[in-house]
């Protein structure tokens, strides 16, 4: 419902499709787990009410931006729509929530 997309370990057979499935190099198979990995955004964080991943709050330039898209005001909503913004491999059609900006 967050839009955070994570691996279901229960259901994981270890097949590692979804590594080579991934369009974006986003997902690395864990030797040591035997298991697929990929960032989480911190989940387990965000479902206890936190308000960011660990990344973004440790980022000492703000270089790292997450928020609610549906909040149009936002600081993610701010940059979508005031910096230049591109996604990774838009033309496949995924509508990735992840956006790369800079200051034009």
Do not use: M
């Not at 009410?49 to 936002?74: E, H, M, Y």
């Amino acid at each position: 419902p967050d839009g955070v997309a994570l691996i279901d370990e229960e259901y994981c057979i270890g097949c590692s499709y979804c590594v080579q499935a991934c369009p974006y190099g986003a997902i690395w198979w864990n030797a040591e787990e035997q298991l697929p990995q990929k960032c989480t955004f911190c989940a387990h964080l965000l479902d206890d009410g936190w308000k960011k991943p660990r990344c973004v709050q440790a980022c000492p330039t703000g270089a790292r931006i997450f928020g609610n898209l549906l909040d149009p005001d936002s600081e993610i909503r701010y940059v979508l729509e005031h910096k230049a913004v591109f996604r990774l491999k838009e033309d496949l059609g995924t509508e990735p929530k992840f956006w790369y900006f800079r200051d034009a």
